[in-house]
Structures are given as structure tokens and as C-alpha cells.
């Protein structure tokens, strides 16, 4: 038995080798990158003008210190967004196994298509895995101030508009741009499942928002 043909490990596989470490290596890691990268712009803008509009509240209450909303609400968005990676990657690639990484371009159907999508799966998850090292760290530096809200509604909001945002981008840069991969490789109906992916952004950026902007957002405050 040919173990080249059978094997799927990479170092096992000439012609999985071959089929990733090609041209199409360093353009492929750098678009895989690039979502998570504007993923994380998304956020700094989101914290800026968060900040931008908590400061104008303050300002119009001089005699009350608000609690700072901003930076657990800013930190839950970068644990959703990589919560949101994960979950893509646990139920759609690996259980339902209904798309790689790269499946439009290299189907999931041969010993090959599977090896190099689970491969670029795998760098998917390593940028997943650093945005949720970065949320809990930030997390961590959080349990030092005394000046944020630190509200579990601020929590939850956050988690639900930070996958919901994953949900949004990831599905307009990979579905749409680039198309890397359908949510649904085997259905008929691949443009129905891939703006239901974009709905579901929408809808968990929704179900954030009304955590998010209640009314304890603005009145939650420290007594002097």
C-alpha cells in the first residue's frame, strides 16, 4: 500500500505538501489573518466612541462619577469574537463538517482537500484561541480598577455583539470577498445558508445591544 496516496498527515503526504505549501501559501495565511485584523479595528472603534460618549455623559453630570461601562464591554466583544471563532469552527468544520477552511477553492472530498482545510482550520483556531487569550488578559488588568461598571449585563451583551460581529465579518470577507468557503458545501441552497450567517451576525449584534444599552448602562454610578 502506497503510503503517499493513504496517509493524511502533512509530513506523511507529498501531495498534501504540495498542495499547501504552494503560491497560494503566504496569500492564503495573510486573508485568514486580515479578518481578524479588521475584527479588531471594529473594536477599537467601537471603544473609542464608547468612550467618546461616556465621557459627554459624565461631563453633563459633574456632581456624579459614572462607573465606566467601556472597558468590560470592550473586553466581553474581543472574548465573543473569539468565542464566536470557536463555535464556527467546533459545530460547522469539525462536527457538521460542512466546510474547510478553504473548501471552495480545495474541496473537503479527497485525503488532500481534507488535509490542507484542516490545516488552515487549525490556523483559524490559533487566531481564535489569541483573540480570547487577549480578552481574558484584558479581563485580568480589569480586576484592578475600581471605576468600571461591573455589570453581568455588560458581560453578556458584550459576548452576544462580539460574536455576532465575528458572524458578520467573517461571513462578508470569507463567504462573500473572498470566497474561501460556503457555510454548507452540500447544500443547493449555498447563498441561503451564507446570508443566514450574516442574519445570525446581525441577530447576536441585536441581542448585545439590548444588554449593552439599558438603562443601568447611563445610571449606574459611585456614590461619593
Known amino acids: 500500500m502506497d ?11 507529498k501531495a498534501v505538501q504540495d498542495a499547501l505549501y504552494n503560491t497560494e501559501f503566504l496569500p492564503n495565511l495573510f486573508k485568514i489573518i486580515s ?3 479588521v475584527l479588531g479595528i471594529i473594536v477599537m472603534v467601537f471603544s473609542y466612541f464608547s468612550f467618546k460618549h461616556y465621557k459627554k455623559r459624565s461631563s453633563l453630570n459633574p456632581d456624579k462619577l459614572f462607573l465606566n ?4 464591554t470592550t473586553t466581553s466583544i474581543i472574548l465573543g469574537i473569539g468565542i464566536g471563532g470557536f463555535i464556527d469552527g467546533i459545530f460547522l468544520h469539525q462536527i457538521l463538517q460542512w466546510h474547510g477552511m478553504v473548501s471552495n477553492k480545495l474541496p473537503i472530498d479527497t485525503i488532500v482537500g481534507k488535509s490542507v482545510n484542516m490545516f488552515w482550520d487549525g490556523i483559524f483556531h490559533v487566531v481564535t484561541l489569541l483573540a480570547v487569550v487577549v480578552g ?6 480589569l480586576l484592578k480598577r475600581k471605576n468600571i461598571n461591573p455589570s453581568p449585563r455588560l458581560v453578556w ?7 455576532g460581529i465575528f458572524n458578520l465579518v467573517e461571513g462578508l470577507i470569507h463567504h462573500h470577498l ?4 460556503n457555510v454548507n458545501e452540500f447544500s ?3 447563498d441561503l445558508w451564507n446570508y443566514g450567517f450574516l442574519a445570525s451576525g446581525v441577530l447576536c449584534i441585536a441581542i448585545g445591544f439590548v444588554f449593552i444599552y439599558n438603562r443601568s448602562y447611563y445610571t449606574t454610578r459611585l456614590e461619593e
Open 35 to 37: 479578518g481578524f485584523l
Open 136 to 141: 481574558i488578559a484584558s479581563l485580568v488588568k
Open 178 to 181: 473572498l470566497k474561501f468557503h
Open 157 to 163: 451583551g458584550g459576548l452576544f455583539a462580539g460574536w
Open 188 to 190: 443547493m441552497q449555498q
Open 69 to 72: 461601562p467601556v472597558p468590560l
Open 3 to 13: 503510503s503517499t496516496t493513504t496517509l493524511s498527515c502533512i509530513n506523511c503526504n
